[in-house]
C-alpha cells in the first residue's frame, strides 16, 4: 500500500508540479549576440545561430510560440539591438517557432510570459537588490538568463564578464560551472560537440571566443546535469529518489 501511494506521489509531480525545471543560467564569453547581426564570417555566424537556436530548442520543448527579451541594465545593455530580432527570424525559418522580441526592464516589464531574457554588453553593471529579487524570481519560476559578453571590445574587457559572474554569485550564492557536454543545450535541433569550441565549422566558437558555456542550475545539486531533462519546462526524474528510498 505504501508503495502504491509512493507511485501516485510521483505521478501528481510528474503532472503537475515540474513547470521549472528548465530555470537556469547560461553564460558565453563568445559573443555570439555579434553573431546574430549576419555581418562577420562564416564560421562565426554558422555557430552563433546554432547555438542560439538550441537554447531556444531547449527552451520551447513542444511550444509553437515564445517571447524573448532583451535585460536593459546600467551598462551598454543595447549592444546589438537587432540580434534577437534576426535570431528569432531564424528560429521561425529553422524550427518553426514564432518568437515575440523586445526590450525588458526589471520591475516594469512584465515577465510572466517571457522564457529567456537576454543579456549583454562590453562594461561592467550593476542591478538593485528589489531587481535581483525580481530577476530570481524569473529563473525559479522557469525563466533562462543568457548572458552574453560582448567581449570584441578592449576599452573595459572583463567588465561584463565580472558583472555578470557577480550576479549569479549575488543571486543564489554559488559560481558558474561549465555546461556538460551531454546537455541537452547541445542536442535540442542541431547536434552540436559539447566538447569543441574551436573556431571552426564543426565548433562552436567564434572569431571573438572559443570558450565552453557555462551555466549555474537552482534545480539541480552540486551543477550535475541529469540526462533526463525533457528540455523546455520538463522534469529532472532522479529528482523523485526520495519516494522511493523509505
Same mark, same amino acid.
Given at each position: ?6 507511485l501516485?506521489?510521483?505521478? &501528481?509531480? $510528474?503532472a503537475c ?7 537556469i ?14 555581418s562577420?564570417?562564416?564560421i ?9 537556436t ?17 535585460l536593459?541594465h546600467? %551598462?551598454n545593455?543595447?549592444?546589438?539591438p ?7 527570424n531564424e ?14 526592464? &526589471? ?7 517571457v522564457k529567456?531574457?537576454?543579456?549583454t554588453?562590453?562594461?561592467s ?5 528589489l531587481?535581483?529579487?525580481?530577476l530570481?524570481? *524569473?529563473i525559479?519560476? %522557469?525563466?533562462?538568463?543568457?548572458? /552574453?559578453?560582448?567581449?570584441n /571590445?578592449?576599452?573595459? @574587457?572583463?567588465? *561584463?564578464e565580472?558583472s555578470f ?5 549575488? &543571486?543564489?550564492?554559488?559560481s $558558474?560551472t ?6 541537452l ?5 542541431h547536434e552540436?560537440?559539447?566538447?569543441d569550441?574551436?573556431?571552426? &565549422? ?5 572569431q571573438w571566443g ?7 542550475? @537552482? ?5 550535475v ?14 529528482? $523523485? ?6
Open positions: 500500500m505504501k508503495r502504491f501511494v509512493r501516485i506521489l510521483v505521478f &501528481l509531480f $510528474l508540479n515540474c513547470t521549472s525545471a528548465s530555470a543560467i547560461v553564460f558565453s564569453e563568445n559573443d555570439y549576440g555579434c553573431g546574430w547581426k549576419n562577420y564570417s562564416e562565426t555566424t554558422q555557430n552563433s545561430f546554432e547555438i542560439g538550441n537554447i531556444i530548442s531547449f527552451l520551447a520543448g513542444n511550444a509553437t510560440s515564445m517571447t524573448i527579451m532583451q536593459q546600467s %551598462g545593455w543595447e549592444q546589438h537587432d540580434s534577437i530580432i534576426n535570431l528569432a528560429i521561425f525559418t529553422t524550427i518553426g517557432v514564432s518568437v515575440s522580441t523586445g526590450n525588458a526592464e &526589471l520591475g516594469v516589464t512584465d515577465l510572466s510570459n529567456m531574457l537576454f543579456m554588453g562590453h562594461d553593471f550593476s542591478i538593485t537588490d531587481q535581483k529579487t525580481i530570481k524570481e *524569473f525559479d519560476a %522557469g525563466g533562462l538568463l543568457f548572458g /552574453d559578453d560582448c567581449n /571590445d578592449t576599452t573595459d @574587457p572583463s567588465g *561584463f565580472s559572474r557577480q550576479l549569479v554569485i549575488d &543571486l543564489y550564492g554559488e $558558474l561549465v555546461l556538460p557536454s551531454d546537455h543545450i547541445f542536442s535540442s535541433y552540436l560537440d559539447g566538447n569550441f574551436t573556431y571552426t &565549422l564543426k565548433g562552436n566558437g567564434t572559443v570558450k565552453p558555456l557555462e551555466f549555474y542550475n @537552482p534545480n539541480i545539486d552540486n551543477q546535469a541529469p540526462k533526463n531533462n525533457d528540455g523546455g519546462g520538463g522534469c529532472y526524474i532522479n529528482t $523523485l529518489s526520495t519516494f522511493y528510498s523509505k
